[in-house]
């Protein structure tokens, strides 16, 4: 089932979908682009919400529950969410619920600061406290930032890796998508689609630049029996 690991289409949540309509229109562009299931994945910044989960899941169970008061019949939705990694949050209480809905994956994003040892902590926290597996949002997006040793970290924490479905544009991207998949990483694929302009759903482009195979393996992926890392 061609899934979206990662993608901001709940309505009025974060900077992803402005409205109802706009998250209708989405989904119907990944549908049309063959995808099956859908990861809705709004951003979740511990410091802008306060801190207070319980005050997130009840405004995205509020959007949810609007786009399909819309649409009653779309289906294959996974709530989850894009947890920004900040100091303390593996502290946070409640932060094990930011999961993909009904499995143990929780998508965890780098700040777009210099890296740190502690966001290594912080991550390796709610991996071995919860017993949850990280998804590490496009990594990818990180190699101009990070040095080689800074990424190698990142990877030697035995996670899974979302790319970003463009990742396959730059000769950078692949090169390090190959390198990833050669060292025998668990990888995702995503639109992290925001819009139906600028960051509209583009799992065409992944059909078109990736193999079939490695597609079927993103695929499969929530289907499988766990691996804690
Ligand atoms: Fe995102």
């Known amino acids: 089932m061609l899934t979206d690991h990662h993608s901001h289409i709940l309505p009025g949540m974060d900077d992803g979908s402005k409205s109802v309509e706009m998250s209708l229109e989405m989904i119907k562009m990944l549908r049309a682009q063959g995808v099956e299931r859908i990861a809705a994945t709004s951003h979740f910044y511990a410091h802008k919400e306060q801190g207070d989960i319980k005050n997130y899941l009840q405004k995205r169970q ?3 529950e609007q786009l399909m008061d819309a649409s009653p019949a779309i289906d294959n939705i996974i709530l989850g969410a894009e ?3 900040e100091r303390g949050i593996s502290e946070l209480d409640g932060i094990e619920k930011l999961v993909f809905a009904g499995t143990d994956y929780i998508l965890l994003e780098f700040p777009y600061t210099s890296f740190a040892d502690w966001m290594i902590e912080e991550i390796e ?3 071995y406290n ?3 597996t990280p998804i590490i949002a496009h990594l990818h997006r990180y190699l101009d930032d990070y040095s080689k040793s800074q990424i190698q970290a990142v990877l030697s924490l035995g996670a899974v890796i979302q790319f970003n479905n463009e990742v396959f544009e730059t000769w950078g991207g692949k090169r390090f998508f190959k ?3 050669d060292a025998g990483h668990s990888f995702v694929f995503g639109s992290d689609t925001h819009n139906t302009s600028t960051r509209k759903p583009n799992f065409d482009l992944l059909i078109k ?3 079939p195979e490695w597609i079927r393996r993103s695929d499969r992926f929530l289907d499988m029996p766990k691996v804690h890392i």
């Open 179 to 181: 390198s990833v998949l």
């Open 130 to 132: 919860f017993k949850l």
């Open 62 to 64: 509020y959007a949810y």
């Open 83 to 85: 947890v920004a990694i």
């Open 209 to 211: 630049k990736a193999k």
């Open 125 to 127: 926290n709610i991996a």
